[in-house]
């Protein structure tokens, strides 16, 4: 087997790693109930905006599934540089892969590019407070055993950070939003196992590159079933899943625009009186 590519101290993601740890989650299952939720979200985003889309691309790293759901589709995988023409879709959907890019501004402006005017894009990552549980579990676990830390689970960013990246792409009309899914386990160990069967397992370009010990592992484990037991059922464990939207529109003349600063025709004040109930 080739080594990796030397990793500059800025890498977030181990490419290669991220490759290989997809390819091994369609061995394991896969286990796809956050796909599931996110297309689900999407239609009733599409549903209201009461438009069909005829030419749509994909962008995401588990092609098996989208393929499915959108046969019809151009599916592309979510590398630095995305196979997309310019103008060449009406709809482009960044499906669970956005927070795993070296360059989310980048993905973004690269699919906004590929819109006709006034086309949708549509994005859902994982961020907020995903896997919150998890990383406060084995961060304490590995201090408190082994006196060290390293990085196990990916970052993650806030839905007013990434919100913030459709008008840095370019996009008009911007909108992000987020729903939280609580998921319930039996055990650390049962939760590790599906993110691996989701592609989900660690990727980060500074991560350990040994396996971590098993006291760590067993401490970690019972530090999560101390701090985050299932209120429904205590002898499980509960992980959280916080799924970021983001919406945004290729500029087109005929889209609705903000008024310029100055341009109003009655004070606020006075606006506001007008709409006061009489005494």
């Given amino acids: ?27 394991l299952g896969p286990v796809d109930f956050l796909h599931r939720i996110i297309a689900d979200e999407i239609e009733d985003r599409l549903a209201a905006v009461n438009r069909k889309f005829s030419d749509i691309a994909v962008v995401t790293g ?13 599916i592309v995988t979510d590398m630095p540089t995305l196979e997309l023409e310019p103008e060449a879709h009406d709809l482009v959907i960044h499906a669970m892969a956005l927070h795993w890019a070296e360059d989310p ?25 995903t896997l919150h549980e998890l990383r406060e579990s084995l961060t304490q676990a590995e201090v ?32 992000a939003d987020q729903i939280t899914q609580i998921v ?3 055990s650390l160990f049962h939760l590790a196992h599906d993110l691996r069967a ?36 205590e002898t499980r464990i509960q992980a959280t899943f916080d799924l970021v939207f983001l919406t945004g ?24 009186a007008s709409t006061r109930k009489p005494e």
Wanted: aromatic fraction near 4%; charged fraction near 25%.
């Fill in 1 to 27: 087997m080739m080594p990796d590519r030397p990793l500059s101290a800025s890498s977030l993601t181990d490419r290669r790693m991220l490759d290989r740890n997809r390819a091994r989650s369609l061995r």
């Fill in 62 to 74: 588990h092609p098996h599934f989208w393929r499915d759901i959108l046969p019809g589709a151009k």
């Fill in 105 to 129: 501004v980048g993905q973004i402006a690269q699919a906004a590019r590929a819109l006709r005017p006034d086309g949708l894009f549509i994005a859902a990552c994982a961020g907020g407070r």
């Fill in 144 to 175: 408190e055993v082994s006196g060290g830390l390293s990085p196990r689970v990916l970052p993650m960013g806030e839905i007013r950070d990434l919100g913030g990246l459709l008008q840095r792409a370019g996009l008009a009309l911007p909108v």
């Fill in 184 to 186: 319930s386990y039996r």
């Fill in 198 to 233: 989701m592609g989900e397992g660690n990727a980060l370009a500074q991560r350990l590159r040994r396996p971590t010990r098993r006291d760590v592992l067993l401490r970690a484990a019972a530090l999560y079933s101390e701090h985050h037991p299932d209120p429904q059922d």
């Fill in 249 to 272: 529109w290729a500029p087109d003349a005929s889209q609705q625009k903000p008024l310029r600063p100055g341009s109003a025709k009655m004070p606020l004040a006075e606006a506001l």
